[in-house]
């Protein structure tokens, strides 16, 4: 999938499938389940779905703030060339295709902890009222809004390319979260 070219709607339409797919995969796993990690090294499936509910949230937050007239714009967000470059670079690298390992920012990060066993009913909520939000949003003022990444200032992508990173961003955490589950070692209870 190109997530360089997802409209609203295909945005929308993705954020409820991801929701669907995170229930069918992982709403029947119990808290051990959730929580087991195939080493010290990686995350779990709890983990892998905190992350991005955290790096979600921020980004979610970002887009509403460079959304709102009243909030100043930085200057890199007035750097009319930057966006248009680094909002479709930053889409396909975090696309679940692109096989390049990232460090997760500090304020993603999740915790190095077990994870409450609710995290998947929280993390369909969170889909589900996205999907609406973006329901809410005008694409060309989505696609024309320049917004700061929330994790590193000086990268500027429109609104839209934000909703659309978010969206390959939840694909390649969710493929991450599916190989935990595959990993020798995984807890099956009968």
Request: net charge neutral.
């Amino acid at each position: 999938m190109d997530y360089t070219h997802l409209s609203l709607v295909d945005i929308g339409r993705e954020l409820e499938q991801i929701a669907r797919d995170a229930q069918e995969t992982f709403g029947r796993l119990d808290v051990q389940q959730l929580n087991w990690k195939p080493d010290a090294t990686r995350w779990s499936v709890a983990q892998c779905l905190e992350h991005l509910m955290t790096a979600n949230r921020l980004m979610l937050r970002g887009a509403a703030d460079a959304l709102t007239p009243s909030r100043p714009k930085t200057l890199w967000q007035r750097l009319p060339f930057l966006p248009a470059v680094l909002g479709p670079m930053m889409v396909r690298s975090q696309a679940p295709e692109n096989t390049r390992r990232f460090t997760a920012p500090a304020a993603a990060r999740p915790a190095t902890s077990d994870v409450a066993g609710d995290i998947v009913q929280h993390f369909i909520e969170q889909h589900r009222d996205a999907s609406g939000q973006a329901a809410l949003l005008d694409e060309g003022v989505a696609g024309e809004t320049i917004m700061a990444s929330p994790f590193v200032r000086v990268i500027t992508y429109s609104v839209l390319d934000g909703w659309r990173l978010l969206v390959a961003h939840d694909r390649r955490h969710l493929a991450q979260a599916h190989r935990v589950m595959d990993a020798p070692g995984f807890p099956v209870h009968t």
